[in-house]
C-alpha cells in the first residue's frame, strides 16, 4: 500500500468552517494546506501539488473561479481534481464549475465535514 499522505488544498475564507474540515482531513490521514484567499490559493498549488482541491467560490480578493482558471493553466493544474464547496445552488454558478473539470459540487449548507471528508476519500480511491 502506498504510505505517502494525499494532499489536500482547501481554499475556504470562512476560519470555523476551514479549522473543522482541517481536523476531518487529517484525522483521516491526509496532508492539508489552507488558503484563505484565491491569490493564495494559486501560490499553494504551486508550493504543495495537492492531489485534490476543495474550492470555494466567493473569497475576498479573486472567486474561487478565477483561481481555478490560473491552476488549470499549469502543468500540474489541468488534471488536479477540484470540489467547490460553496454557498451558491443556482445553475449558473454549478454549469461553470463543470466547465472548468470539477469533479463535485457540493453546497454547504447540505454536508457535514465527515461528509465531504468521505466524499474526498471516495474521489481519491
Known sequence: MDEKKKKILIVEDDT?????LVAELQRD????????????AIVKFKEMRPD????DILLPDKNGFDALREIRR???GREVKVMVLSN??????????QRLGVIEYLVKAQYVPQEIAEKIKKALG
Open 88 to 97: 451558491f445552488s443556482d445553475t449558473p454558478h454549478i454549469e461553470e464549475a
Open 52 to 55: 485534490l482541491i476543495l474550492l
Open 16 to 20: 470555523f468552517i476551514l479549522e473543522l
Open 74 to 76: 499549469e502543468p500540474e
Open 29 to 40: 490521514g491526509f496532508e492539508v494546506q489552507t488558503a484563505l484567499t484565491g491569490t493564495d
